[in-house]
């Protein structure tokens, strides 16, 4: 059928920029008249849907002889000021090169929607690089007989994928190359101070049988990027490539803006740009990692990298108080004496001045009074516990052994509970999204089960406060 420009455009009446929208198809539906165009549902990882208008059709690639490539674009309702989804669309005959523009499922990603910016940025130059890139790596290839029959059990699967349906599974599953869950993988982003320390405290503890450090600067390998290039500690492999990190058990998130920000809100502002550009790239090449943030604030930047990879709550945690919370629990048990008080004390909240002690348990006792006397006493050696702590900072190194002591947690499957920032909407009658350090059990899966705190009305009371003014600094900034 005909491309008709006023038929689209009334079926696009819920379509933000819809005039916008359809001069850019037009000129698509002209530069390729194989192209055909609907509306259909699509389903986002989040499982939220919406109707959207998608495209689909083949473009022409040169690799040695000439293919025609079929895709499908799905274009959001924001368009032109976001990018489109792009899918491959392979037939029965055709196997997927999952490579470095396109995953197992079809997926494609390309520098030109990383890099999407209205009205630079349009659905011609994107399909113009697309074709630029697949002839540098053909994202196709023709099945043998029996191949064909394989792949023609995981067309419809695949076709739920380019639907936007998400119950995915890993690649390697996908691809029929299983690793049998005995690689241990960790990337380390930003290779500063901290991501060197990470991953220096994750080799000695022996916990990974490969760790890639990401080195986002500019130029050559620079200070311990450098070193750790000279001296070649063994798996240990330096690199400016996401595809690198390619499926990573633990991502590790040390980067920090070096701006010239002005304000707080700036700073964060920056930081922010910074992981747009970081974990959808992160997120595509490890698609069942958990990502381990450092970054700072860490309470808004482990927000931030949930909203982004859209992974699940339980897969995105921040380091939080998990440092604070072995340092306090090691100052009552060792230096006060108070091994009982200890074992079940943490360190919650937001990292900083705001960090509050807390208990998970306590000793049962039989009425009031003593209920009264055992609080008192266990908060005379809690302020001291705290009053030692304040004088600890935390350095480079000793977050890199924190670090290192969660990744160990993750990768073990040791359901070890630590203190770490998790999103707290629903605890503590916190109704915001916000993560805050809670004591979390830790497993291959990120957080296995989020622990009850005692009842005291004095904590949540400051972890309200906390939520209520992290809330206030996300609503003002633009994801």
Not at 115 to 131: A, D, Q, R, V, Y
Not at 298 to 327: C, H
Not at 372 to 390: D, F, G
């Amino acid at each position: 059928m005909a491309f008709s420009a006023e038929a689209l455009r009334k079926q696009l009446g819920k379509y933000k920029f819809r005039d916008l929208t359809v001069e850019e198809v037009t000129a698509v539906s002209r530069a390729h008249p194989n192209f055909s165009f609907s509306m259909n549902t699509y389903t986002f990882k989040d499982g939220s849907q919406k109707d959207l208008l998608n495209f689909s059709g083949t473009v022409p690639v040169k690799y040695g002889n000439s293919y025609n490539i079929p895709i499908r674009l799905w274009i959001l309702d924001s368009h032109p000021f976001a990018p489109p989804i792009c899918f491959l669309k392979p037939t029965a005959n055709m196997g997927i090169s999952v490579g470095k523009h396109v995953d197992a499922h079809g997926r494609i990603y390309l520098p030109y929607l990383q890099n999407w910016s209205h009205p630079k940025s349009t659905l011609i130059g994107l399909i113009k690089e697309m074709i630029a890139k697949f002839e540098e790596e053909l994202p196709l290839y023709s099945l043998s007989s029996s191949d064909a029959d394989r792949q023609s059990e995981l067309l419809s699967y695949i076709a739920r994928i380019t639907e936007g349906e998400t119950d995915i599974k890993s690649k390697s599953t996908i691809s029929g190359v299983r690793n049998g869950g005995c690689f241990n993988k960790v990337t380390v982003v930003g290779a500063g101070d901290l991501g060197i320390a990470c991953v220096l405290a994750v080799v000695a503890k022996g916990i990974a049988d490969k760790v890639v450090l990401l080195d986002l600067s500019e130029g050559a390998a620079k200070g311990g990027a450098m070193d750790l290039e000279i001296f070649a500690l063994p798996n240990v492999e330096i690199s400016k490539d996401f595809s690198a990190s390619t499926d990573s058990k633990v991502v590790v998130l040390t980067v920090n803006s070096l701006g010239n920000a002005q304000t707080y809100l700036d700073v964060i502002q920056s930081n922010v740009d910074l992981f747009r550009g970081i974990i959808p790239a992160i997120s595509h090449y490890s698609q069942n990692s958990v990502l381990l943030v450092a970054s700072q604030p860490v309470e808004i930047m482990t927000y931030v990298s949930w909203k982004l990879s859209a992974f699940p709550k339980s897969k995105v945690i921040g380091v939080g108080g998990n440092l604070d919370t072995e340092r306090f629990q090691y100052i009552l048990t060792k230096l006060l004496q108070a091994e009982a008080l200890g074992k079940d004390a943490w360190i919650v909240g937001e990292q900083g001045e705001d960090k509050v002690p807390s208990w998970t348990s306590s000793k049962s006792v039989t009425n009031e009074t003593e209920t009264t006397a055992a609080h008192n006493s266990r908060e005379k050696v809690a302020n001291r516990a705290v009053e030692v702590l304040k004088g600890k900072g935390q350095r480079s190194w000793s977050v890199g052994l924190s670090v290192a002591d969660l990744t160990d947690s993750i990768l073990k499957d040791k359901r070890k509970v630590h203190s770490v920032s998790t999103l707290a909407k629903g605890f503590c009658n916190i109704n915001s999204e916000v993560f805050l350090s809670l004591p979390c059990i830790l497993g291959t899966s990120g957080v296995v089960e989020t622990l009850t705190l005692e009842e005291d009305p004095a904590v949540q009371e400051k972890l309200q406060s906390s939520a209520g003014s992290i809330h206030d600094l996300q609503q003002q900034l633009k994801l």
